[in-house]
């Protein structure tokens, strides 16, 4: 099966609208990914949940968006699922991986609605989502290190089984759960297609005491070239 080349991709985690506004303004942004948890924490309210989710796709006009199904049965996902896609053309709806899923996927996927299958902390839970049509996988890492696991050698496992059968334009890998930029560098030295990663994260990987010890010097003698004008 032919591979596209493709580049490492950054989406940011978050709903967040300031967030995604700064991450935006650097011009690296390729999508974003919410779920219930992150709309929680802006303190957002049920009535207003669709509106911000089509605030948000409207911002990222032509970036995939994810926004998460709350339901729990294969019925439920696949009528809600409709219903998010249906609020803006570049919404991707997010799944929990499970039967469930699996068969809302699958129906979805019929319908030409794409589906980001998220909590993966397994290849054979990957394969499974990708055979079922899902356009994304978000395998999770920092959760791995929580529990005293090793997250990048179970991405590792993911990237290899999925890459073995689906190329990009069938099947991505969100790296997910992503909470340092060792985090970011080893999904992108593993392969993986995208990167979905908090704010605070990402201006971590902006930073480096080399790079801040050079600028420091740099001001230093323009410093002294210009009381010497």
Same mark, same amino acid.
């Not at 911002?59 to 219903?83: D, F, N, Q, R, Y």
């Given at each position: 099966? #032919?591979?596209?080349?493709?580049?490492?991709?950054?989406?940011?985690?978050? #709903?967040?609208?300031? &967030?995604?506004?700064?991450? @935006?303004?650097?011009?690296?942004?390729?999508?974003?990914?919410?779920? $219930?948890? @992150?709309?929680?924490?802006?303190?957002?309210?049920? *009535?207003?949940?669709? #509106? !911000?989710?089509?605030?948000?796709?409207?911002?990222?006009?032509?970036?995939?968006?994810?926004?998460?199904?709350?339901?729990?049965?294969?019925?439920?996902?696949?009528? &809600?699922?409709? !219903?998010?896609?249906?609020?803006? /053309?570049?919404?991707?709806?997010?799944?929990?991986?499970?039967?469930?899923?699996?068969?809302?996927? !699958? #129906?979805?996927?019929? &319908?030409?609605?794409?589906?980001?299958?998220?909590?993966?902390?397994?290849? /054979?839970?990957?394969?499974?989502?990708?055979?079922?049509?899902?356009?994304?996988?978000? $395998?999770?890492?920092?959760?791995?290190?929580?529990?005293?696991?090793?997250?990048? *050698?179970?991405?590792?496992?993911?990237?290899?089984?999925?890459?073995?059968? +689906?190329? $990009?334009?069938?099947?991505?890998?969100?790296?997910?759960?992503?909470?340092? $930029? +060792? !985090?970011?560098?080893?999904?992108?030295?593993?392969?993986?297609?995208?990167?979905?990663? /908090? @704010?605070?994260?990402?201006?971590?990987?902006?930073?480096? /005491? @080399?790079?801040?010890?050079?600028? *420091?010097?740099?001001?230093?003698?323009?410093?002294?070239?210009?009381? &010497?004008?």
């Amino acid at each position: 099966m #032919a591979r596209e080349d493709t580049s490492m991709k950054f989406f940011i985690d978050t #709903a967040d609208i300031s &967030e995604i506004k700064k991450a @935006l303004s650097w011009g690296c942004l390729a999508g974003v990914t919410t779920n $219930p948890s @992150l709309y929680s924490r802006i303190g957002g309210k049920l *009535a207003d949940f669709e #509106a !911000h989710m089509t605030k948000i796709a409207q911002l990222c006009e032509g970036l995939p968006v994810s926004a998460e199904s709350t339901a729990t049965t294969a019925e439920g996902m696949i009528e &809600e699922g409709k !219903h998010l896609a249906s609020l803006a /053309p570049n919404i991707v709806v997010k799944l929990p991986i499970g039967e469930a899923a699996l068969e809302a996927t !699958h #129906a979805l996927k019929a &319908e030409g609605v794409n589906v980001n299958m998220t909590l993966i902390f397994s290849a /054979p839970q990957a394969l499974l989502a990708a055979a079922a049509g899902a356009r994304y996988v978000s $395998p999770f890492v920092g959760r791995f290190d929580d529990i005293g696991d090793d997250g990048i *050698a179970q991405l590792g496992t993911i990237v290899s089984a999925v890459k073995n059968y +689906y190329a $990009p334009e069938q099947c991505e890998i969100i790296t997910a759960s992503v909470r340092t $930029p +060792y !985090h970011v560098t080893q999904a992108a030295l593993l392969g993986a297609d995208i990167a979905t990663v /908090p @704010l605070g994260a990402l201006e971590k990987c902006l930073r480096h /005491p @080399l790079t801040e010890q050079g600028l *420091a010097a740099f001001e230093a003698d323009w410093k002294k070239v210009t009381a &010497e004008a």
